[in-house]
């Protein structure tokens, strides 16, 4: 049971562009989520997150959407740059779960940003 | 102010074997999740350590085990290491119900 999913295991675009990553949660207690940029032989790096409690959260170039009603989100980066080019995890946490904070993470897109 | 560490970067052990793995909180964090990552796919929740307490447990069998010390470093323990316990170990630390942050991770193989 995949509770988070992204569909798109890669996505390209052109340097300058705007990229757009894409992620669907099927949990409803779900009440926390973020984005996560991952290189080779690194850990996940944390980007960005947002409370269920709003729509967006922009930090620079990043943007997170959430849609709560169709369980969506999508990390919006403007402009692309060939150093955000790194594969990107979407996760997920209920909060007022008494289990902690555990992440639950999708798949995984992986982003090529070509100059 | 220094980050998630994590012992040793490559392992390799053969079935039935046990394995510790080791991985150090960055600084101030007293809260540890650990994390198993197969290849192609994203990371999946083993276990969470708040203040030396287990505090949540994902699907995964009696023999992960682990240990929090009161540095708030960590100990992940595989006993009786199957084939398809080779992964991306990875240690997040954070402050209760806040962002993790990962350390680098453990590659296992097991043969």
């Known amino acids: 049971d995949q509770q988070v999913k992204q569909n798109s295991p890669s996505l390209s675009v052109q340097e300058g562009r705007i990229s757009i990553l894409n992620c669907d949660y099927t949990?409803?207690?779900?009440?926390?989520f973020l984005w996560y940029k991952k290189y080779p032989a690194e850990g996940p790096t944390f980007l960005i997150s947002?409370?269920?409690?709003?729509d967006k959260n922009e930090d620079g170039r990043f943007t997170v959407f959430l849609n709560k009603s169709a369980k969506h989100l999508s990390l919006h980066i403007v402009p692309s740059q060939p150093g955000d080019s790194a594969v990107y995890f979407c996760?997920?946490?209920?909060?007022?779960?008494?289990?902690?904070?555990?992440?639950?993470f999708g798949e995984g897109t992986q982003l090529t940003v070509n100059p | 102010e220094t980050g998630v560490t994590q012992s040793p970067t490559h392992l390799i052990k053969t079935r039935g074997q046990q394995v510790t793995l080791r991985c150090s909180s960055q600084?101030?964090?007293?809260?540890v999740s650990w994390y198993q990552q197969a290849l192609g796919q994203g990371p999946q929740f083993i276990f969470q350590?708040?203040?030396?307490?287990?505090?949540g447990r994902g699907n995964f069998p009696p023999r992960f085990s682990g240990l929090q010390f009161p540095n708030y470093s960590s100990e992940l323990n595989v006993n009786a290491l199957e084939l398809d316990d080779s992964a991306l170990y990875l240690c997040?630390?954070?402050?209760?119900?806040?962002?993790?942050?990962f350390g680098p991770g453990t590659r296992l193989t097991v043969t």
């Open positions: 947002i409370s269920s409690i709003k």
């Open positions: 997040a630390s954070s402050l209760p119900n806040l962002e993790q942050y």
């Open positions: 600084s101030g964090h007293n809260t």
């Open positions: 949990n409803s207690m779900f009440d926390y």
């Open positions: 996760a997920a946490s209920a909060l007022r779960e008494t289990s902690g904070s555990r992440l639950t």
């Open positions: 350590y708040y203040r030396e307490e287990e505090n």
